[in-house]
């Protein structure tokens, strides 16, 4: 991957900034597991995902989590560079959930160019936009219709009633039993699945860890 | 209120994109009550609040509300304009909390001058950033903590046992109690008061809704 195909702005740059990314850039290998920004204690630049997957979630001080959303290639980390906005008040950790190739900005350099540049500015709101959407919906489905305890639940049912962790379930099936529409229950069985809580085929959904689903399942009942 | 006070990115504009700023801009009174943005249904433009108090909140299906957050004076409402941005893929409504003086705003005269001035990009970037950060601690407070429902029911039980509605808990006695901290429980205090539960005052906390709160004190059993 190269800067100019990543940035839709690259063409609006001087020479100048274009030669300044460039020389700023840096690419790194990352282990799975590694812990790449830690909440407020560090503000280590932004992310580009060349290859793998970075997770970015938040702790409870009982220290469970929740995946707020994934960085897959071509997404950018905006967060690990929080101390680029002032109004940013909140701390996440993200975390490579894979071997990861990604390349660094370094902040400083960056946020230079987001001052100069209406261009920058401007993708980088729509970053923000994008991510704030992924924290609404996992907001909305969670905290408001218990969509998560209440999918898990249905699974949980239909495995003991088939005694089977190979459920035949069809999505539009799930939705009609939760009143939900289709389009919601395919978005949470996958992030259900990047969870690691079930694996997605054309044929039906397997249970991959049933006492994570169990835990979500009993929150239902609440 | 002028529009070079709120914008202080207002002398960086060119006198073209001032005057284009100022022909658009228009002033609007609005009642109590009058829902000025209501979801995906339309796109009215931005607001600065001038007098009074909006409030950002979403909706369930059967209806319940969640606040989002407050918007007073020389505050910016971005979202009743989210057409703006492609990345915006969540639905807030937008009401007068109180009769309140509001400025106008256009959405496709804000969004050229953002398209064009890195400064009023970089100020919106600011503001989306600080919605962000609301809505991050609302859901760190209530989903995990389920800061909201403890507070609540400990403010109930202090009434019951003292067989009063006005509280001499302290907020550092509150804290201590739920192991959280002195400043996270003024600011569920705050919340609870913008929600019309209590009225905080020097010597305490009077409960001004006990209805509400005993139905949010229910869910801490859950």
Redesign the interface.
Known sequence: MTLDQFFPFWKELTPAQQETLTRFVTRRSVKKGTILHNGSEDCVGLFIVEEGQLRAY?V??EG?E?SLYRLLPWDMCLFSASCM??????DVTVIAEQDSEILHIPTAVYQGM?????S???F??????????D???L??Q????RMDSRLAALLLEESQLSQTSQLKLTHEAAARYL?SAREVITRMLKYFQTEGIVSLSRGGIAITDSEKLAALAKDSI?
């Not at 906005?85 to 909140?90: K, W």
């Not at 987001?114 to 209406?118: G, H, R, T, V």
């Not at 980088?124 to 959407?133: G, L, Q």
Request: charge should be positive; avoid cysteine.
């Open positions: 938040i409870s001080e469970k929740i906005m002032n109004s940013i008040q909140f987001m001052k100069e540049s209406a920058v500015a401007n980088t709101n729509e970053i923000m936009a994008s991510r704030f959407s924290v609404m919906w907001m909305d969670i905290l408001y219709k009143g609440r």
